[in-house]
Nanobody, 124 residues
Framework: QVQLVESGGELVQAGGSLRLSCAAS????????MGWFRQAPGKEREFVAA????????YYADSVKGRFTISRDNAKSTVYLQMNSLKPEDTAVYYC?????????????????WGQGTQVTVSS
């Protein structure tokens, strides 16, 4: 069945860069929307970025626009989140999510499948 496994979370200094990976397995993901969300302690789960598998259209939260880039590798069935110019407020557990079909990509409840999360910590 569908499985999403995030990796790449680390401790990084402010201003640095990090790339997260989401390895997707269990089926072909043509027609899916793949999203990244994050959640800090005491905060709501927050939309970060999303990509449509078929055409590669991307969507970003205003807070990360221009700093983060979402992409996918079809051959590896993997979605990436390249994070540049990291800030302490980017510190959170980052989750990969997936849902077939056209959805409102920024809404967490739209997604059917979720990974376990990976911790990103940005030090000042």
């Amino acid at each position: 069945q569908v499985q999403l496994v995030e990796s790449g979370g680390e401790l990084v200094q402010a201003g640095g860069s990090l790339r997260l990976s989401c390895a997707a397995s269990g089926r072909t993901f043509s027609g899916y929307v793949m999203g990244w969300f994050r959640q800090a302690p005491g905060k709501e789960r927050e939309f970060v970025a999303a990509i449509r598998w078929n055409g590669g259209s991307t969507y970003y939260a205003d807070s990360v626009k221009g700093r983060f880039t979402i992409s996918r590798d079809n051959a590896k069935s993997t979605v990436y989140l390249q994070m540049n110019s990291l800030k302490p407020e980017d510190t959170a557990v980052y989750y990969c999510a997936a849902r077939f079909g056209p959805i409102i990509a920024s809404v967490a409840t739209q997604y059917d499948y979720w990974g376990q999360g990976t911790q990103v910590t940005v030090s000042s």
